[in-house]
Nanobody
């Protein structure tokens, strides 16, 4: 259902754009989560079906931007000013419905396979 891509190795201060292709024609909100080595999975950002309402974790606010292109069934996460603590496997997730999903991972019904982002100093 969900295919995440765009991860890689980047230097501190660099940028990456993650993509998540959704193979569905239903209405859904989406989110990004990440999991660093030895840590629990944490919320990064979420967006509603129309793309008009977003939410970003405080740790990424002002640096990351979630967006979507419904014509392409694709979710994006633009990541700027990357820091070593952003190193993690990033997952996209889907929740059926028009509303913006919350920050809890159990709210989401489908998950992508993850893409690794490594920020080197």
């Amino acid at each position: 259902q969900l295919q995440a891509s765009g991860g890689g190795l980047v230097q501190v201060g660099g940028c990456l754009r993650l993509s998540c292709a959704a193979r569905t024609f239903s209405i859904y909100g989406m989110g990004w989560f990440r999991q660093a080595p030895g840590k629990e999975r944490e919320f990064v950002a979420a967006i509603d079906w129309s793309g008009s309402t977003t939410n970003h974790a405080d740790s990424v606010k002002g640096r990351f931007t979630i967006s979507r292109d419904n014509a392409k069934n694709t979710l994006y996460l633009q990541m700027n000013s990357l820091k070593p603590e952003d190193t993690a496997v990033y997952y996209c997730a889907l929740k059926w419905g028009r509303q913006r999903p919350g920050i809890r991972d159990y709210e989401y019904e489908y998950w992508g396979q993850g893409t690794l982002v490594t920020v080197s100093s």
